[in-house]
Nanobody, 122 residues
Framework: QVQLVESGGGLVQPGGSLRLSCAAS????????MGWYRQAPGKQRELVAA???????NYADSVKGRFTISRDNAKNTVYLQMNSLKPEDTAVYYC????????????????WGQGTQVTVSS
């Protein structure tokens, strides 16, 4: 079994910064794509940023130029550096990872973290 544990959320003023971390642990052979999603009250979950195993990145238009996703493959960890935060960035942020758990097969299982609250308010 695999677990994703997020950390780094909290309350920040508009214009401030936060760094989210998500560490994967358990039965892991390889990790393919990793990403961050968010869900605000009354809204659907949306992709914020994603990073491939080769470190190609993809961002939602609303966060381009403000957020940076990165990963440390040795630590099975993905990060989201969030700068110039706005009230509309307020949401629960979830990490996601596509994980191969066994050398016996190549199937990838999609895992989610438990979510971390980010609140941007003065």
């Amino acid at each position: 079994q695999v677990q994703l544990v997020e950390s780094g959320g909290g309350l920040v003023q508009p214009g401030g910064s936060l760094r989210l971390s998500c560490a994967a642990s358990g039965s892991i052979v390889t990790i393919n794509a990793m990403g961050w999603y968010r869900q605000a009250p009354g809204k659907q979950r949306e992709l914020v940023a994603a990073i491939s195993s080769g470190s190609r990145t993809n961002y939602a238009d609303s966060v381009k130029g403000r957020f940076t996703i990165s990963r440390d493959n040795a630590k099975n960890t993905v990060y989201l550096q969030m700068n110039s935060l706005k009230p509309e960035d307020t949401a629960v942020y979830y990490c996601n990872a596509e994980i191969r758990e066994s050398y016996a097969y190549t199937h990838l299982t999609n895992y989610w973290g438990q979510g971390t609250q980010v609140t941007v308010s003065s």
